[in-house]
């Protein structure tokens, strides 16, 4: 192959990526957060998730951005890994929609659509039209660089290098194997079933030989997807894995189908029998919808295989029943009287977390050397965080009930309580960040400082303690005492603050030292503020009488 057609070939390769990537980012930030919003919001309905994952990946052109969005959704709890199945067939099926597009002959279109892309993505200042410029620049480029594919590689007809070449991939299994190395290399499988499309076109790849790259080209999608998951928690690993499994089903199940039932390539032959650009997006299309519809009521297998190859470690366990309501799941089957009692079981459960979760960070602050401390803070953090949105949404679905006067003070009191606890493991998940700056940066606070703060962190413990027993059990009489704590605590703060300031002077800290041990200071005092509101929430001047 001359130097000049192979450079025009790289080149269009080049083009056509580059016009990919410009539609799908022009039509993400056209859409904006909807796209996100929209697949937080899928429901446990199948089919549902299905036509959400078609939808959201018809619009973007990738894939591989709406599994990669699936992995951050799962891991962080916003989504369940049978929720995300139904997303990924879905996606599965809207990224055929590209080849489908490619098809139609628009290359003489291009420059047309390059101008009028251009001018709306350089010259419009209003963000919607830029983006939506931006699409149809994309649109332009993907065009033009499929041309350059076309003109450069014609002459590989006559090539005997690339006729042997061409001539093993008609093993299937060689097809199979070079669609999925290539579609890793490119890390698009859009990308890479078109420009085979292309090769199809210029009669250097037959339709039989074609269809065997794109069942490869699926299973190589899945490529980005897992490279993304290694940063990501098990969770998310578990999605990119779910993918792996559904697109190596998806291969065997088609490939199992043509070979037994060769008059279904012959049928898509004849919907476009002068068309090969056309068969290929058929087929493509053809088999997602395939795989999806024969999947779709695996979801079960999939999800306990996918388990069971990566199976939860004891702390997700942990994590899966801390967040969810205990008390409160079935709130419409209790009575008033019932679903006030188990309303207060749940706050009470929250703050039993809120307290560890500070006891936690106090233990890791001076004990940096134990992670299993550090990597509790954020489950427990992330614990108190759902519950803090959960048990607050049970409770105003309590209050829509026709409560007494005393239960819609008690109702709004511990609205204020779960408010309460929520900053105070903000405050703690604080005091392990301020942890893990000190070890990052090797900066130290005196041995004095560290005595001082170690005194302070177990004087609002100790005010928590008394506080918590004060709401929880209804001990008023004990308000004097979590009083005295908190006002023992204020002290601290200014008195370690001030001998701090005259070790600074003495060079006996460094700054960094400095500055974390003047934040905890703060962050401890604010627990014990919210402390003392605690104790006072049911006694303060607007209590109920009688």
């Known amino acids: 192959m001359p130097l000049t057609e192979a450079l ?26 909807k796209l996100r ?28 951005a709406t599994d990669m969005m699936l992995i951050g959704f799962v891991s962080s709890g916003l989504m369940a890994l049978s929720q995300a199945f139904g997303v990924i067939l879905g996606a599965n099926i809207g990224t055929t929609i590209t080849a489908q597009i490619t098809a139609f002959n628009l290359t003489a279109y291009a420059p047309i659509l390059l101008f009028f892309g251009a001018v709306a993505a350089i010259f419009i200042k209003k963000p919607i039209v830029r983006h939506i410029g931006t699409v149809i620049l994309g649109f332009g480029m993907l065009f033009v660089g499929i041309g ?21 991939l008609e093993h299937p299994l060689a097809g199979v194997l070079f669609g999925v190395a290539f579609t890793a290399l490119l890390q698009s499988s859009s990308s890479s079933v078109v420009i085979f499309q292309a090769f199809a076109q210029q009669g250097l790849l037959g339709y039989r030989e074609t269809v065997w790259l794109i069942i490869g080209a699926a299973i190589g999608s899945v490529t980005p997807n897992l490279l993304a998951s290694l940063t990501t928690s098990r969770e998310g690993k578990r999605v990119a894995l ?9 291969g065997i199940l088609i490939g199992a189908l043509i070979t037994v039932f060769p008059a279904i390539l012959s049928g898509i032959e004849s919907l476009s029998p002068d068309n090969v650009a056309r068969q290929v997006a058929n087929s ?43 008390y409160l799941a079935d709130l419409d089957k209790y009575p008033d009287s019932v679903a006030m009692h188990q309303a207060q079981l749940e706050v009470d459960r929250m ?25 509790r803070i954020a489950e ?21 009930r026709n409560l007494s006067q005393r239960d819609v003070f008690h109702l ?108 905890m200071c703060t962050d401890l005092e604010r627990c014990s503020d919210q402390a003392i509101n605690i104790a006072t929430a049911l006694y303060g001047h607007d209590s109920p009488k009688g």
């Not at 779910?242 to 998806?250: A, E, H, I, Q, T």
């Not at 001030?498 to 006996?508: A, G, S």
């Open 351 to 375: 703050g039993a977390f809120a307290r560890e979760n500070l006891e936690t960070a106090l233990f890791y602050f001076f004990h940096p050397n134990d992670t299993e401390k550090g990597a």
């Open 380 to 400: 427990l953090e992330a614990a108190v965080d759902y519950l803090n949105h959960a048990i607050t949404d049970k409770l105003v679905q309590l209050r829509s």
């Open 8 to 33: 025009a070939l790289f080149g269009g390769i080049g083009l056509f990526l580059y016009g990919m990537t410009l539609m799908s980012t022009g039509l993400k930030n056209a859409a904006g957060d």
């Open 412 to 519: 709004t009191k511990m609205t204020q309580v779960v408010s309460n606890y929520e900053r105070i493991s903000d405050h703690a998940e604080n005091i392990g960040e301020f942890c893990d700056r000190l070890k990052e940066n090797h900066a130290v606070i005196s041995e004095a400082g560290m005595q001082e703060l170690q005194q302070m962190g177990e004087a609002v413990l100790e005010t928590l303690d008394v506080s918590m027993t004060v709401y929880r059990d209804h001990k008023p009489e004990l308000i004097p005492k979590a009083e005295e704590l908190e006002q023992r605590v204020d002290d601290m703060q200014e008195t370690f603050i001030q001998h701090h300031i005259e070790r600074l002077m003495q060079v006996h800290c460094d700054p960094l030292g400095g500055v974390v041990f003047n934040d």
């Open 284 to 326: 493509h299309t053809l088999f997602a919808l395939i795989a999806a519809l024969v999947a779709l009521p695996l979801q079960p297998a999939f999800i306990a295989l996918t388990q069971r190859l990566l199976p939860p470690l004891p702390a997700e366990n942990r994590a899966r029943e801390e967040q969810r309501l205990r």
């Open 242 to 250: 779910l993918n792996l499994l559904f697109n190596l089903f998806r």
């Open 148 to 168: 350059m594919m076309k003109s450069s590689i014609a002459p590989l007809a006559s090539n005997p290098g690339f006729i042997a070449f061409v001539s093993a």
């Open 37 to 64: 919003d929209i697949l937080e919001k899928v429901t446990s309905n199948r089919l549902a998730g299905v036509a959400v994952g078609l939808v959201v990946t018809l619009l973007i052109q990738s894939s591989s």
